[in-house]
């Protein structure tokens, strides 16, 4: 008796690393029905836009979005310079399965202006590259909430460099809300 007791007791020791690594792997793996898609809006300091977002793998997922750019924070006045964007940027997760969690993401923008320069409606370029980091909650799975900051370089051009035309440093803020499938 004392021998079987003996023997069940050094499995059970043997085997409970084996048992606590596969609940802990069992743990973090994603689960079947984290959505891979959010369909966002994207509500950031300079821009209104539209956007997609798709996981790749576990921790990274890619975000593609586009719409209005006002750099209203750098101008002298709402308006001076505006057009449209396309941002795309990777969103590299941490503490969670993407699309949830802490992230942070560079991203590189590019945008169609127009604005007066010098008395003259003028059509140029804007640019900016930046990155932000954040948290990304999903609520019920379905309903996606990002918010994050960081900073970006971003310049604009119309016609001439003279204002409403830039080039500076700034703070960046992001803030997306969106349906996730």
Same mark, same amino acid.
Request: charge should be positive; avoid cysteine; charged fraction near 20%.
């Given at each position: 008796m004392r021998? /079987?007791?003996a023997v069940a007791l050094l499995a059970l +020791?043997? !085997?409970?690393?084996?048992? &606590?690594r596969a &609940?802990? $792997?069992? &743990? #973090?793996r994603p689960s079947a029905s984290v959505p891979?898609?959010?369909? =966002? /809006?994207?509500?950031g300091l300079h821009v209104i836009a539209l956007g997609y977002q798709r996981t790749l793998s576990d921790h990274v997922a890619l975000s593609v979005s586009g719409g209005l750019y006002d750099p209203w924070t750098v101008t002298d006045k709402v308006g001076d310079i505006r057009g449209a964007m =396309?941002?795309?940027?990777? @969103?590299?997760f941490f503490t969670d399965h &993407?699309?949830? %969690?802490?992230?942070? !993401?560079?991203? *590189?923008?590019? *945008?169609?202006?127009? %604005? #007066?320069?010098?008395?003259? $409606?003028?059509? %140029?370029?804007a640019f900016a590259l930046g990155a932000a980091a954040g948290y990304a909650f999903l609520f019920?799975?379905?309903?996606? =909430? !990002? +918010?994050?900051?960081? %900073?970006? +370089?971003? @310049?604009?051009?119309?016609?001439?460099d003279a204002p409403p035309s830039f080039y500076t440093a700034g703070i960046?803020?992001?803030g997306t809300v969106g349906f996730a499938f």
């Open positions: 021998r /079987a007791v +020791l043997v !085997s409970a690393p084996t048992r &606590a &609940a802990e $792997a069992e &743990a #973090t891979k898609n959010v369909v =966002l /809006a994207d509500l =396309l941002r795309v940027r990777p @969103y590299f &993407a699309p949830r %969690g802490v992230w942070i !993401s560079p991203f *590189a923008q590019g *945008a169609v202006v127009r %604005g #007066t320069s010098q008395g003259e $409606a003028r059509t %140029g370029g019920g799975d379905v309903v996606h =909430l !990002s +918010l994050g900051v960081g %900073g970006q +370089l971003h @310049y604009a051009r119309v016609g001439t960046h803020v992001d």
